[in-house]
């Protein structure tokens, strides 16, 4: 498990946005809504990849049911169930592979996720955890600090090359470091790691921009600016 952010060293000072070193800088409280768009951002392509595979799979087993009844047809209402089964799972996973939403289930997984990220930022254990967050985007790295009192208590730096793509939210940019399997929906209702792997991903520390609080330029312009970092666009 990481070490909380607070007990990091930056290994150099801050960077300094008046000098012209920082070219897009967010400070903002970040709370549990926050978090849950953060998580949804980080999972979204694997979301859509599960989902795909699901769709597959379920139109398959569609078929096979539709030709299993009419070859014998015999209906039943337990047939009929089974099919409507079918067909709502045929559909979620379409869905699944459009939207590549995020289940923050169960409950009880998702609060120790987010318990886990708010304790590494310094934020007291409640039921309405929160703290401050600052994310720079340098010309060579990106950094986050988290404040207490409007100070600086502890920074991660990275360079763009740790990072592996970008995601968009209502509120946010988010510059997602790697990717964590979590298992899917129904691998997570009988796995016993899920909690722990839910605990890893948190631990990769994405960065994160409020797009209310931003300073540089436009969400749009921040947005071209890491893409061309990461070496998306030429």
Not at 31 to 39: F, G
Not at 172 to 189: A, D, I, K, P
Not at 206 to 215: A, T
Request: aromatic share 10%; with cysteine; hydrophobic share 40%.
């Amino acid at each position: 498990m990481s070490s909380p952010i607070l007990d990091s060293t930056p290994a150099k000072a801050a960077c300094d946005f008046s000098a012209g070193d920082v070219r897009f800088e967010s400070t903002f409280e970040m709370d549990e809504p926050l978090l849950r768009e953060v998580i949804s951002a980080r999972d979204r392509s694997l979301n859509k990849r599960d989902g795909l595979i699901f769709a597959a799979v379920f139109l398959i087993v569609l078929a096979a049911y539709i030709w299993g009844t009419v070859s014998v047809w015999d209906i039943t209402p337990w047939g009929i169930f089974l099919g409507l089964i079918i067909i709502f799972l045929l559909g979620y996973s379409v869905l699944l592979a459009i939207k590549g939403f995020t289940v923050f289930w169960p409950a009880r997984s998702w609060r120790k996720t987010w318990s886990h990220w708010f304790s590494r930022h310094g934020a007291p254990v409640s039921d309405n955890p929160r703290c401050t967050i600052r994310t720079s985007a340098c010309t060579t790295e990106v950094r986050t600090s988290v404040l207490v009192d409007g100070k600086v208590s502890g920074t991660i730096s990275k360079p763009y090359s740790a990072f592996s793509h970008l995601e968009e939210t209502e509120h946010l940019v988010v510059l997602v470091n790697g990717e964590v399997e979590v298992g899917n929906l129904l691998h997570n209702m009988v796995s016993s790691d899920y909690a722990q792997k839910l605990e890893q991903r948190a631990d990769l520390e994405d960065m994160i921009w409020d797009k209310n609080h931003l300073q540089g330029g436009t969400p749009a312009q921040l947005k071209d600016y890491l893409e061309r970092k990461l070496g998306h666009r030429a």
